[in-house]
């Protein structure tokens, strides 16, 4: 093929080993895996993480990062897991979706000011662009992180 062609890659952390991937942004919606323990980079499920995880998906994921700050104790929380479930099948691979629990964050909870959960975090490229307290629907969650995202 005697031609080069540039093509535009992210970053993507894989959810299971923590390790960085370079994928082409074409080729997102075709199933990525991770170069190093080849798992899936999306299942279309949010993926549960401790603070370290979060600092890294936020610092190092090439897609718009978007977190259900959420507490077992909490029935709206329990309410909107499967609402926040539906709303990873319709927004990846263009965003990755975690689930953080607050008891175990206390960090996230004070640098961000949550004072309520369930509470939604969108970090695009590194830095915090949306926060929004209170149980949504699927669609609710989609237009606001897309609504968050355009501004």
Known sequence: MG??????AVTLVCPHCGAQNRVPTARLADGPRCGACKAQLFTGEPVAVDEG????HVAHDGVPVLVDVWATWCGPCRAMAPQFAAAARTLEPRMRLL??????????????????VPTLLLFNQGRLVGQQA??????????????QLSQ
């Open 99 to 116: 689930k953080l629990d607050a008891d175990q964050a206390p960090q996230t909870m004070s640098r961000h000011g949550i004072r309520g």
């Open 53 to 56: 995880r979060l600092a890294r």
């Open 134 to 147: 209170g149980a949504m629907s699927a669609a609710q969650i989609t237009q606001w992180a897309a609504a």
């Open 3 to 8: 031609r080069t062609e540039t093509m535009e």
